[in-house]
């Protein structure tokens, strides 16, 4: 049983949800390669050898440590908006590292990252496969307090 927001009810919870994911990823995104970019002079550039690897082990730390850290990542928090679980409360570390986990297979497998973005777009809670598979919900900020 679930205690989020219902969409029926609050749907406040969700306006536009979908549109600030988007661009939270893209923030997101954005920030894990200039961390990148930044830590290359300290590997002496090698780490342009196994750029992708770095990417995505810096990408993994950055979504686990921002999401244990406020329920958010930095782009999430810019957009106004957070994760909950089930019992609409903030991410602790183990459902951070869940939540990273499913979005890394999301990412590395083109058919489920088509699946979550077309339930992004189609469900009353704007849900990722992973947020079902979880139990978890994208909610606007400024509300979910």
Known sequence: MTQTPDPDLHP????????????????????????????????????????????????????VATLTGGSA??????????????????FDFMTALLHTIGYSLSMTVTIIQVV????????????SLTDMALGTVPVNRRLSR
């Open 73 to 90: 990542t930095w782009g999430m928090r810019l957009m106004a908006m957070e994760l909950r679980d089930h019992r609409d409360r903030p």
């Open 12 to 63: 406040q919870f969700y306006d536009g949800i979908a549109g600030k994911r988007l661009l939270a990823w893209v923030i997101d995104v954005t920030l894990v390669l200039l961390f990148c970019v930044l830590i290359l002079p300290f590997t002496a550039f090698t780490g342009l050898f196994f750029f992708p690897f770095l990417t995505l082990v810096v990408g993994f730390a950055y979504r």
């Open 116 to 127: 979550s973005a077309v339930l992004i777009c189609t469900t009353a809670r704007r849900q």
